[in-house]
């Protein structure tokens, strides 16, 4: 009886190496899956980078949300009886006395001044929050002024009777937090993508809703601006600036001012002299009111890369892309193929 011997081929386990790379494609995949569906890429797409503003990227929100409760806070300092510095010891007893009239008053000064100065906490958004907050003490005041007149008549505690007395201890830090909590939202709702085939701005806060998409062969420039805060903590804005104007605004340099002056109108009855000296005033005052226009850049977080850590890496990626995606490469590499066909012909 002969015995039959047969040899079985073992198939070679895996070692760790293949294994580690099976993990980091898979994963690679999933995160590919997860981007595309947030940015809605086209088939064949593939994200190359993504950012979102840094963490102080909006600081000057932040910096206003202090002062705002510095102020709540300092309306609520009871002035000592004694103190070395007779100027202190008095704006804290005005301050204090003042009460829910002076914390109004400053409060809407400082919402004034901020949508005065056309900075970046001078959105509509903002300066409606801060006018809520500004008009938050008058409320008690109107309750206050009800029970009175109420009280005149009869015994009654007004119709918001059931409000105690306004407390910037508590009304201070509540309004901030809640400011705070909408501004770190806000920051994380701003993210942006460098993809194979464009770059990609999306925005998603509260119900508003923002996409836009840039091809390469679009962008005519990238500007990257930093501002001193930047420069010290390590953020710029990348402004992708295309043939269409997206990314570029239009500014005056002087408000708008009514340049009829009474009394400069001419009239009928005018000599010669009178028209001319009416004339010379006219132009005087045009001049000094004149209003030029200018087209310059303002970064906006819907359609730039705003503040970002790394930014020299997100600059060098828009060059290579949008010199491998452009007209004039494309022709040189068309040129380049019709040349080595040639020669080999």
């Known amino acids: 009886m002969s015995e039959e011997s047969t040899d079985t081929e073992l198939a070679p386990e895996p070692t760790p190496e293949v294994d580690t790379k099976a993990a980091e494609e898979a994963k690679h995949a999933a995160d590919q899956a997860k981007l595309a569906k947030k940015f809605r890429l086209i088939t064949g797409e593939e994200v190359l980078l993504t950012k979102r503003p840094s963490t102080f990227a909006f600081l000057n929100l932040y910096l206003l949300g202090i002062l705002v409760l510095a102020v709540h806070l300092l309306f609520e300092i009871e002035p000592g009886t004694e103190s070395e510095n007779p100027f202190v010891s008095i704006l804290a007893s005005i301050f204090y006395t ?34 809520l907050v500004t008009l938050a003490p008058t409320l008690f005041l109107l309750d206050d002024g009800i029970n009175w007149v109420t009280g ?14 306004y407390n910037s201890l508590i009304a201070g830090p509540a309004f901030v937090s809640i400011y705070m909590a909408l501004v770190f939202y806000y920051q994380r709702s701003f993210h942006y993508a460098i993809t194979s085939d464009a770059i990609i701005f999306e925005h998603s806060f509260l119900l508003s809703r923002s996409h836009r998409r840039i091809l390469f062969d679009r962008i005519s420039e990238v500007v990257v601006n930093r501002s001193p805060t930047g420069t010290l903590l390590g953020f710029a804005t990348v402004t992708v600036l295309t043939d269409s104007g997206v990314g570029i605004v239009e500014e005056s340099n002087v408000p708008v001012v009514n340049h009829t002056i009474p009394g400069t109108t001419d009239k009928d009855g005018d000599s010669a002299t009178e028209r001319a000296g009416k004339g010379l005033i006219r132009t005087v005052v045009g001049l000094m009111t004149y209003q030029r226009t200018i087209r310059t850049i303002r970064p906006d977080p819907k359609h730039c890369m705003y503040n970002i850590r790394k930014w020299e890496k997100a600059k060098g990626l828009l060059n290579e892309m949008h010199k491998k995606n452009s007209q004039s490469h494309l022709l040189s590499d068309l040129k380049k193929t019709i040349t080595e066909t040639a020669s080999k012909e």
């Open 98 to 131: 003042s009460g829910e009239v002076g914390l109004t008053a400053v409060m809407l000064f400082i919402t004034w001044m901020n949508r005065l100065m056309n900075v970046s906490t001078s959105g509509r958004w903002v300066t409606v929050g801060l006018l």
């Open 152 to 165: 005149i008549f009869m015994d009654g505690s007004g119709v918001l009777g059931i409000l105690p007395d």
